[in-house]
């Protein structure tokens, strides 16, 4: 059932879970995703990245592929379609192939373009009935080489950019994208806390969901945190789950060359790690 992710954010503040976003890359991971959340009775996000668009060929390529998967695979959980880290350019391009939600990264804009901008999609998207995401100070990770320890955002800026009508808000709590340094400080707890007095009933997004330890993640989501996004996790476990594959050699065995037997480990080690992060999430069995 495809939906904006408005409802199922305001029922996960309500009932102190989190939905997760996982990021969709090719039909494998979105047929993963799917069939995870459909047997853990859990609504979710599948993330989409504007590169990993371009590799699908376009959005309209996802957005059809995803109506289709529903459909064929039965479907009922709440599923939504979410532009991750989305341009204004690339917002458009969604809204247009039909995409239920979008989430616009004006954090790279001074703050008065960023608030003029959000209000602009707000509008259209309120038109369309889709949710949308937005976000303030910027969240860190590796980028030409350098690794950022991840800023907070400043929770004045937070409640601005809230109180302009968002169904969603990303902010900075020092996390990052992709791997954690050793040498990482963990999340800011104090910043949550604050921006969560500020922006009251507001859906929270945690970007950089993946080597962020449990008990944080359980902390993060009694202070407001709905949305949780992973991406390198699944890949990871992809891409080990192909390499014992190959490495046992069972690429050589009868047609174990065919990709359908080729990416099956990999295919299945996203499915457990979905459901493993829908269980640590708390939304199994919250689909209504």
């Given at each position: 059932m495809m939906v904006s992710a408005k409802e199922m954010l305001q029922k996960a503040v309500a009932g102190h879970y989190a939905v997760g976003q996982f990021n969709i890359n090719n039909l494998e991971w979105t047929k993963a995703i799917l069939q995870a959340?459909?047997?853990?009775?859990s609504p979710v996000i599948l993330g989409v990245s504007e590169g990993?668009?371009?590799?699908?060929?376009?959005?309209?390529?996802?957005?059809?592929?995803?109506?289709?998967?529903?459909?064929e695979m039965g479907i009922t959980v709440p599923v939504a379609t979410h532009l991750d880290h989305g341009s204004y350019e690339?917002?458009?391009?969604?809204?247009d192939a039909g995409f239920t939600s979008i989430m616009f990264d004006g954090s790279k804009y001074p703050i008065e373009e960023n608030v003029a901008k959000t209000k602009e999609?707000?509008?259209?998207?309120e038109e369309k009935g889709m949710s949308?995401?937005?976000?303030?100070?910027s969240i860190g990770g590796e980028e030409d080489g350098v690794i950022g320890q991840g800023e907070c955002a400043d929770p004045q800026e937070c409640k601005m950019i809230a109180d302009l009508g968002v169904d969603m808000l990303a902010a900075g709590i020092g996390n990052i994208h992709g791997k954690y340094p050793e040498n990482w400080a963990g999340l800011s707890f104090e910043t949550l806390d604050a921006i969560q007095k500020l922006t009251g009933d507001m859906p929270l997004v945690l970007h950089g969901g993946t080597g962020i330890p449990d008990d944080?993640?359980?902390?993060?989501?009694?202070?407001?945190?709905a949305?949780?996004?992973?991406?390198?996790?699944c890949q990871l476990v992809f891409a080990e789950a192909t390499r014992k594959y190959?490495?046992?050699?069972?690429?050589?065995?009868?047609k174990g060359f065919d990709p359908r037997k080729l990416l099956k480990p990999g295919f299945e080690a996203i499915v457990e790690k979905v459901k493993e992060k829908m269980e640590l999430f708390g939304s199994v069995g919250k689909a209504e």
């Open positions: 959340a459909q047997e853990s009775n990993a668009g371009k590799y699908m060929t376009g959005f309209k390529t996802v957005e059809n592929m995803v109506e289709a998967m529903v459909e690339g917002c458009m391009k969604c809204i999609l707000i509008a259209i998207c949308l995401e937005a976000e303030v100070g944080m993640i359980k902390k993060a989501i009694d202070l407001g945190v949305k949780i996004n992973v991406n390198t996790e190959i490495e046992a050699g069972k690429d050589l065995e009868g």
